[in-house]
């Protein structure tokens, strides 16, 4: 016999109340109560209370006395009432601890809603071939050529270096109308499809439209200065 500090098991309380409600409420009159346990006793078994100086719960008596079977049934299921009572209060301070938060968040006048961080804006991708621009004999390297033209914005730019130009680091620089540098970068320069290829990022977006100077160099060696409109 188990102990009543252990409780029924939920399959032998299942068990014992099926077969309960067909025989031991009603076969067992018993209505000289002999051997019946205390309204306590069938009070602490359907409560799960530990029993007093660790005593078996006479679990067995309720299979012989109906008027006891009928009385632990009747703690058993007001036991099980305060169980879901207090399940579902605990579910109600919950969602009103909830709700309290929600409303300090958003609800209250003058909060403000977080709003997820904005993503920057995509890479405009900007070819600039240079090649034009490499020196002829008697002639400057700019001479008679149109100026480069840049937009506004977050870029990503690809310059096409003049024939002959070496692999390797480059620092690039756009100087502004007073020859201030407002913008530089370095990137190193590659081979392909037999051009020299250097990649940079800039942020052009806060600067003013109008002429500049793109000035490029490898890294270590002499600079080269291109024209450069920003619209």
């Known amino acids: 016999m ?21 025989v031991f409420a009603e076969h067992f009159p018993n209505p000289d109560r002999i051997g019946c346990p205390s309204p306590d006793v069938l009070k602490a078994m359907a ?13 067995d008596h309720l299979t012989m006395c109906s008027p006891c079977f009928r009385q632990y049934s009747q703690y058993r ?24 938060l929600l409303w300090f968040a958003v609800g209250r006048p003058g909060a403000q809603i977080a709003h997820p961080p904005r993503l920057p804006l995509p890479l405009q991708q900007v070819t600039l071939d240079l090649r034009p621009f490499a020196s002829s004999r008697g002639q400057a390297p700019n001479a008679g050529k149109s100026a480069l033209v840049i937009p506004r914005g977050r870029l990503r730019i690809t310059l096409q270096l003049p ?51 793109l000035r490029i160099g490898r890294l270590g060696s002499s600079q080269q200065d291109y024209p450069v409109t920003v619209e």
């Open 2 to 22: 188990s102990r009543p500090d252990d409780g029924l098991s939920r399959r032998q309380e299942r068990k014992l109340v099926e077969v309960g409600k067909r």
């Open 47 to 59: 409560f799960r209370r530990p029993s007093a100086a660790g005593r078996e719960y006479p679990v």
């Open 77 to 100: 299921a007001q036991a099980q009432f305060r169980v879901g009572a207090r399940v579902a209060l605990i579910a109600a301070s919950i969602v009103v601890v909830l709700g309290a």
């Open 163 to 213: 024939v002959g130009a070496d692999e390797g680091p480059y620092a690039v620089v756009l100087l502004g109308p007073s020859g201030q540098p407002a913008v530089s970068a370095q990137g190193q320069a590659r081979l392909l499809n037999h051009i020299t290829t250097l990649e940079i990022e800039a942020d052009l977006r806060s600067r003013a439209p109008g002429q500049y100077t």
